[in-house]
């Protein structure tokens, strides 16, 4: 008799992908499948024996003898139980053959396995290792279960290797040719019926595997009996695995090159355990989207002709232990009271270390598990719709970790990754960047960033670290990278990339935005790809780029104390030599609050009076000033601290117990005053990108720490905004207005007692006199309160 291995009890404990000890569970026997996607029971792992088959002996079959299949050859043998076989289904299922129909299974740890059909009934011959097979006396392949007996449970199951191929060859073109903008589609773990069976496909691209087995909770984490098929020259393999459905968890066990495996979650998971837990997670929505309206108008107005308004928000530490769906009942609320037009959502991608705030990303396709399943986070968009808010995410595609369970050389050998080490190697944060130049790659990133947008209606992407995609040289020393084919230091494959990317999402999603973090002065990142620029590229197509450069020259001055601005005059108005290079988002985000950086309010100088005063006037010139608008969440109420991804804003000082609750609570009126204003006067927004719109009044009062300067509207009405950024009272200020205004009237004052202000106004309309001043015919003279933004409108 061949000597077995004993068998495992699926009723013990058993372990997860991560060697967790888990509880038994009852194992439940499976029927026949009419509905879809229900939890799979399959055969416990297999374990290969050297033993030798015991000699066959014929089997009944309705009657007649099951005769013994032709034994596989020691290769095809060795292959399967090694898992490095490329077309598992050539020799397991049941053929059709001159003799009859040769079934053969390969379903370690059984004890038999018995052929069930319409009138048949055929135990197979058992071959060892785990093999079972035999000839079936019948003239053709007939529809057939597996009944699979163990040491204490017998169970029936469909055979995954009697279906045909589950992808289809219009998506492998597609995924060969590198354009396959809905990838995750065909590539992944997806439910289905397939052949009249419900069950889950199991597909994955890693062209340099030997062979691809399915590893799960379903079959005890041993994928032995699971091999994948290859499907022609794209570097896909396929399996479909009838009665695994939503739930299940799964990696996939890649045999490389040099013969060793690896146990790898999937690239394509639109679902994953929850950190530290790595697995992924077969999921399917069934969240029935209630944002109609707001998808078929959020197009209506170009994005840069429109108020945008941005607050910028940490989902995990916002208010820390919420769920996607308990943030749905809170965000949007709140967002809306304060008036912003969008949030922007540091990226909910799946990565295993909260302190990288979600910027290692190992799971592109699924959005973090921590606050829910992806049903969850589109609750959560939904929502945000509702309240009229637009999402934006934050998308990383320039770089990946290193964790040997998820990209980095995924089947063996660099595939993600740039095959050349030091092309590969991001010398800053440790990670890889992607082979930008590699079709399938690109692939990837492209679908993904249509991915958002379509599945989960996602109204914008900000792309993270762009400048280190476009320079070979990024953060490298001479003699540490290569010029491009031209000479140059450009990454040429970056730029395709990127331009690709925004003609697509452009194309598929009408009223998306696509945001550069970008902090060079890269010719065109906000050009139309099609536009060639005086550097011979394309513009990168983005609509809107994050203005680095007024960040830091802005903060730069209002960290100064006062009698030293003068000094630094130019530093605030230098942004307005080049505002209309590109489309400008101004940011304050969270790079600016953290790692010894301080709160916005922090870094004002003077006490802490003057510290919110300088906080309230700056944010007064910034939503004055041209271009869109980011604020990171604290920020809107003078957090003191910085921010931290382990505990979120401070909320505690808006509590009105806390004595100084009103020096905050003023803030945070302001901000939302702020949006109120600038929503209503489209002065502030509707000529953001061109010159038109702006008119300095006076830009070089560096004595008096004073910019006033002029907005207008498409009609040329005008908005007066003067920042006043010394702590004196300036009485009868004179500034030269345009004629055409009667009167002018305050409109918002930073310096308000609602803010916490001292309460300086203009309260009174202010009528022009004939006095010239400032090259102007007309003027007025104002109070200007200390350290405050005062912005007028003609009466």
Known sequence: ????????????????????????????????????????????PVIATDAAAAP????????QKVQPAPPLNGGDRGRLLAGEHHAPHDLLGAHLTRSGVVVRVLRPFAHSVTVLGKGLRAELHEDGDGFFSGVLPVPAVPEYRLQVAYED????????????????????HLIGEGRHEELWTALGARTMEHQGAAGTRFTVWAPNARGVRVSGDFNYWDGTGFPMRSLGSTGVWELFVPAVGEGALYKFDICRPDGSHTLRADPMARHAEVPPANASVVTASHHEWQDAEWMAHRGDRPVHEAPFSVYEVHLPSWRPGLTYRQLAKQLPSYVKDLGFTHVELMPVSEHPFGGSWGYQVTGFFAPTSRMGTPDDFRFLVDALHGAGIGVIADWVPAHFPRDDWALAEFDGRALYEHSDPSRAA????????????????????????????EEFHIDGLRVDAVASMLYLDYSREDGEWSPNE?????????????????????RRNPGVVTIAEESTAWDGVTRATHHVGPGGFGGLGFGLKWNMGWMHDSLGYVEKEPVHRKYHHGEMTFSMVYAYSENYVLPISHDEV???????VSKMPGDWWQQRANHRAYLGFMWAHPGKQLLFMGQEFAQGAEWSEGHGPDWWLLDPSYEASPDHTGVRTLVGDLNAVYGALPALWQRDTVPEGFSWV????????????????????????????????????????????EAWVEVLNTDAARYGGGDVRNEEPLKPAAVAAHGRRASITVTLPPLATVWFRPA
């Not at 031209?486 to 452009?506: C, I, K, P, S, W």
């Open 698 to 741: 006076d830009g070089g009062a560096s004595e008096d720490n004073v910019f006033a300067f002029l907005r207008y509207d498409a009609d040329g009405s005008p908005l007066l905004a003067v920042s006043h950024f010394s702590p004196a009272v300036r009485h009868d200020y004179r500034l030269g207005v345009p004629e055409a205004a």
């Open 594 to 600: 953290v790692h010894g950086k301080r709160s916005l």
């Open 56 to 63: 066959p002996r014929p089997r009944r079959s309705g009657g």
């Open 153 to 172: 449970v017998e169970i029936e199951v469909q055979d995954p290797y009697r279906f045909l191929p589950s992808l289809g060859d219009l998506d492998l």
């Open 1 to 44: 008799m061949t000597a077995r291995k004993p068998s495992r009890n699926p009723s013990r404990s058993r372990k997860t992908s991560d060697g967790v000890e888990v509880p038994p569970v009852q194992q439940p026997v499976p029927t026949e499948i009419t509905a879809p996607a229900v939890a799979s029971v399959t055969a416990p």
């Open 486 to 506: 031209h000479g140059g230091r450009e990454n040429l494959d970056a730029v395709a990339f990127l331009q690709e990317m925004n003609a697509t999402v452009y």
């Open 426 to 453: 991001h010398p800053d944060w440790g990670t890889l960047e992607f082979d930008f130049g590699r079709k399938e790659v690109r692939n990837f990133l492209v679908s993904n960033a249509t991915y958002w947008c």
